[in-house]
């Protein structure tokens, strides 16, 4: 564990010292000067190719690997190949590493409507900003699984489109717990990675941020694949059921949007209002004690 620098220096030198970093200033919930500058459209076009790259890799991973073992299409011992599940969740935690450390300094790196969401209720985007970059992601997940149906098109509709879908067995309502945990894990991953005191305080430990939250998605796909084949991304599960357009899709669809945004909002909460204030309210005592 980090040593607490603000402690070390009262005890040491009996002055209460600045805490040695800095939170950027709560972004407004409305900010009209926003839309005259090009740095946001800029952020929205990358959230846009991010995604859309995002569902081309992953849904063209799922359709190959369903294509690979099929007994009826490459034989008898097609239960043995493909990546398997294993390599479905390499392809969406790897990939989601690489998006956001390109994306990152440009967008945030959200690439995923539940992270916007958080961000958003943290306080760290603007409404605006949040709106624009959620209509990006959701548009670029669309084209991306519709390229996927075009360059598959003799695939895409008999392996079931990469949508997300309730598995048979398991009830609504786990679904939604899956869906809910998942996110939660994701988001407060993010949070996490990206606190700014965690850069100061544990400056020691090289931390690129990209990787602990694209290994985060890779640890919840392992989990919730069997279940729901995991969203955790209401863009990644509307462009998928969109292009797919299957009943079944649309039946189950209310799970991978309610689930992640739930999942995003008690992520935010637990870091901002639980974690973030503990340590504020332990930096105060110190700062009181120094003084006394």
Request: net charge neutral; glycine share 12%; proline share 4%.
């Amino acid at each position: 564990m980090a040593k607490d620098i603000e402690a070390a220096a009262a005890a040491e030198g009996g002055e209460y010292t600045a805490k040695d970093y800095s939170d950027p200033p709560p972004a407004p919930l409305i900010d009209a000067e926003e839309l005259t500058k090009w740095s946001l459209y800029r952020a929205v076009i990358a959230e846009f190719v991010a995604t859309l790259l995002f569902l081309y890799i992953t849904v063209a991973t799922v359709i190959g690997y369903k294509h690979q073992t099929d007994a009826s299409a490459s034989g008898p011992d097609a239960a043995c190949g493909g990546v398997g599940i294993l390599g479905i969740a390499w392809a969406f935690g790897g990939m989601i590493f690489i998006l956001v450390y390109c994306t990152a300094g440009v967008s945030g790196g959200h690439i995923n409507p539940a992270v916007t969401f958080g961000l958003f209720l943290a306080r760290k985007v603007s409404l605006v900003r949040a709106v624009l970059y959620i209509i990006a992601q959701s548009l670029g997940a669309i084209c991306g699984v519709g390229l996927v149906k075009g360059f598959q098109s003799a695939y895409y509709v008999r392996y079931g489109g990469g949508a997300n879908e309730l598995s048979d067995g398991y009830s609504k309502g786990t679904g939604l717990a899956a869906e809910i945990i998942g996110t939660f894990v994701l988001v407060y991953t993010v949070f996490s990675a990206t606190d700014p005191k965690r850069s100061a305080r544990d400056s020691h430990v090289p931390v690129l941020a990209p990787l602990p939250i694209g290994f985060a998605v890779f640890m919840v796909h392992l989990a919730t694949i069997p279940i729901t084949g995991t969203g955790i991304n209401p863009a990644r599960s509307l462009g998928a059921a969109v292009i797919y357009n299957n009943d079944k899709a649309w039946d189950d669809h209310w799970i991978f949007w309610v689930g992640p945004l739930i999942g995003a909002a008690i992520a935010a909460a637990y870091h901002q209002y639980v974690l973030r204030a503990s340590a504020s309210k332990l930096g105060s005592s110190a700062s009181f004690s120094s003084r006394g």
